[in-house]
């Protein structure tokens, strides 16, 4: 009796298991859909909904840029572009006209910053 208890409460969390997945499958085809302008129908399965999705992108003849947000590259107002970084960019004892800092220069005793009275009003 044991044994058939413990194989009914397994199946059980297999099919609980199953069914979470089959839903957040759906939700990820769902967001792939809407980013390529359709809207898919979530009480199809899930083999019948990527047909539909596939279908939908072949189709497809000038497809935009995305962003890694599903945006058209040409809607975000921000540089989506990678820059040639160095490590002047990351040191914290640069200056901003490239002489180097000293401690006593980042850190002041009193929490006044000196040379920078013009900026307090």
């Not at 839903?23 to 979530?42: Q, S, T, Y």
């Not at 820059?83 to 006593?104: F, I, K, R, V, Y």
């Not at 002041?108 to 307090?120: K, R, T, Y």
Request: aromatic share 6%; charged share 30%; proline share 2%.
């Amino acid at each position: 009796m044991y044994h058939s208890e413990t194989m009914i409460q397994m199946m059980e969390d297999l099919q609980r298991q199953a069914s979470e997945m089959e839903k957040h499958v759906k939700d990820m085809m769902e967001a792939e859909g809407r980013a390529c302008g359709i809207e898919l129908d979530k009480r199809k399965n899930a083999r019948d909904l990527m047909h539909e999705l596939m279908e939908h992108q072949s189709h497809q003849e000038n497809q935009a840029e995305m962003t890694w947000a599903y945006v058209p590259a040409e809607n975000v107002d921000y540089d989506t572009h990678s820059t040639d970084w160095d490590n002047s960019m990351h040191s914290p004892w640069a200056g901003a006209n490239g002489e180097m800092l000293t401690e006593q220069d980042l850190w002041h005793d009193g929490g006044d910053m000196d040379g920078h009275e013009d900026h307090q009003e």
